[in-house]
């Protein structure tokens, strides 16, 4: 490691403030030190390091089996070969954050076609590129709505994803936001409050965790009725090549994440989020956007503007402290979405719609299955099986069948309920299989009581 202090220089900076040593300087407080020796395994030479982390990597159950059923937040598409093959070529790659006004302008090309591709899906006037994922999306939907309306106080669907309302929770309490549940009805969908007065914002997601699909638009009119904001949240991206867009519902904010566009699940990220939102509400945006312009010979320019933050103006005054932005998966959601087009975009997701049918028809076959929920769906859904739902998951491991997630894993159901998902890249067999061995299970689990 290159150091530019002579130990004469340390010396005399350690004089100064008094201590005698760098060790006494880095010492942990009296109390917090660990007495003795750390209970770790002895260091090990790289080369068996590199053997034993290998065999560690072996216990892990690879996602991209043929019958995986798990999506609860992220979820498994097809990724075309021109996707990584594009995003990442060197001329993309870079140790420095890549929308500085140095940066080139194909960097800063490649965020404003991805922020003018979240408006074309939003149906929203405008779009950042610097959101972490999607939780942290809906963060700043909220901050958004706070400061757009002065209330500390807003309404949350009950059936928003609980690892989203976690992380808003987390932000929340120390902004001093209250947090209003609103339940859910029993088809599953968002029983919206007769009064939401004094409230800055309504956020309903949509689908909703249990995978049903909201009436975004009464969502909206209750908000605005009250004088509050309606925050959509989007989890599941792919949706939004088959409903209607939350522009098109009235919606002022949509947050969410975009994972499912040419983004692999892989161990909870990296993904990217996104917020897009009305030319009323731009100013309070996070982040960075990209804006287009041209120079004083009429070329074609892209600019970075509006960075409402806390860099550039006083922290009191900004919406948002986020400033290292997802960039790189930005641009895989960008080439994906220019790679596949609106057609092809509505084609795939119609057929995560067909395969979530044909999967739903199957389970509700065998004896004892039931759905959850009756609202219409997309490509997710619940059922109740007649045994809990983590002893069938743990039975259909060693047949490389992911079955879902058990829904009282997160508290969000009983021990019988199970989330499955299909998509474009669930196989019809892969249904079939996993109806067979779900039978035999079921089976096996009545004859032994």
């Not at 996104?274 to 892209?302: I, M, N, Q, S, W």
């Not at 049918?357 to 769906?377: C, E, I, N, Q, W």
Request: hydrophobic share 45%; proline share 5%.
């Amino acid at each position: 490691m290159y150091a530019p202090h002579t130990e004469h220089d340390v010396r005399e900076m350690l004089d100064v403030i008094g201590v005698t040593s760098l060790d006494a300087l880095a010492a942990p407080p009296r109390g917090l030190a660990i007495a003795g020796d750390l209970d770790v395994p002895p260091a090990m030479p790289e080369s068996v390091a590199y053997q034993h982390l290998r065999e560690l990597s072996r216990k892990n159950q690879p996602g991209d089996v043929d019958a995986s059923f798990l999506g609860a937040g992220a979820y498994r598409h097809y990724q075309p070969p021109a996707v990584p093959y594009l995003a990442t070529r060197s001329e993309f790659i870079t140790a420095y954050t890549p929308y500085q006004a140095e940066a080139s302008q194909g960097s800063l090309q490649a965020i404003f076609e991805w922020q003018t591709y979240v408006c074309l899906l939003t149906g929203l006037d405008v779009s950042n590129a610097s959101v972490y994922d999607g939780s942290t999306a809906l963060v700043e939907g909220v901050i958004m709505a706070s400061q757009a309306t002065g209330s500390k106080r807003v309404v949350v669907s009950a059936a928003l994803h609980p690892g989203y309302r976690a992380v808003l929770k987390t932000y929340a309490d120390g902004m001093g936001i209250e947090i209003v549940d609103a339940p859910l009805l029993s088809n599953g969908t968002t029983d919206i409050p007769a009064s939401m007065d004094g409230a800055a914002a309504f956020v309903v997601q949509s689908p909703n965790f249990y995978g049903c699909i909201e009436d975004v638009a009464a969502c909206a009119k209750a908000a605005h009725a009250a004088k509050a904001l309606c925050v959509e949240v989007i989890v599941e991206a792919m949706s939004l090549g088959a409903l209607k867009t939350p522009g098109e519902c009235g919606a002022d904010i949509a947050v969410g994440e975009a994972q499912s566009f040419g983004l692999p699940v892989g161990y909870g990220g990296p993904y990217v989020g996104f917020v897009a939102t009305t030319k009323e509400h731009v100013r309070r945006l996070p982040g960075r956007l990209v804006g287009e312009t041209h120079d004083v010979d009429g070329r074609k320019a892209y600019v970075l503007t509006l960075q409402g933050r806390e860099q550039h103006i006083r922290r009191e005054l900004a919406s948002s402290n986020i400033c290292t932005n997802q960039a790189l998966c930005a641009l895989f959601a960008t080439i994906y979405l220019a790679t596949v087009g609106a057609h092809g975009l509505r084609s795939i997701a119609a057929a995560n719609m067909a395969r979530a049918r044909d999967l739903r028809k199957a389970l509700l076959s065998l004896d004892g299955v039931t759905a959850r929920f009756d609202a219409p769906f997309f490509n997710e859904f619940a059922v109740r099986l007649p045994v809990a739902a983590s002893r069938a998951v743990d039975a259909l491991k060693p047949h490389d069948i992911v079955a879902g997630l058990p829904l009282s894993r997160l508290g969000s159901g009983d021990e019988n309920d199970l989330l499955v998902c299909a998509t474009e890249t669930t196989s019809i067999e892969g249904i079939a299989r996993f109806a067979a061995r779900l039978k035999e299970v079921m089976e096996h689990a009545v004859a032994a009581v």
